[in-house]
């Protein structure tokens, strides 16, 4: 029997973590930073275009520049990038998502 699907997101090898930076109170920061001191063993992505690097990590302006595959993304932007994001994902092939993200009020009921 071969891996379970959800396998990718609940244990996986890569992730990209969106809006990671360098500002204490973010939450992408916070996401990076839980990340790295519980000893994540996968290979961690920072996407921010706004830093070269983050946490002594390269940081990268776009999922297409990575240039390897990612299974999981943790979205940790305003909503009104979530959709390109979200867009960026899927046509990268990342197969799950997290988000966390707020600002949906705009948008109604």
Same mark, same amino acid.
């Given at each position: 029997? =071969?891996? *379970?699907? !959800? ?35 996968? @290979? ?8 070269? @690097?983050? *946490?002594? !990590? ?6 297409? @520049? ?26 990268? =092939? ?5 988000? !966390? ?9």
């Amino acid at each position: 029997m =071969g891996p *379970h699907q !959800l396998e990718s997101l609940f244990s996986p090898r890569s992730l990209a973590v969106f809006g990671a930076s360098e500002r204490p109170d973010g939450v992408g920061t916070r996401v990076l930073r839980n990340l790295i001191q519980a000893g994540y063993k996968g @290979e961690i992505y920072p996407v921010n275009p706004k830093y070269p @690097e983050v *946490h002594g !990590l390269r940081c990268y302006p776009s999922l297409k @520049e990575i240039g390897n595959p990612v299974e999981t993304a943790v979205i940790a932007s305003p909503a009104t990038t979530l959709n390109n994001i979200v867009r960026e994902c899927g046509e990268q =092939g990342v197969a799950n998502a997290v988000v !966390l993200t707020a600002g949906f009020r705009e948008s109604g009921e």
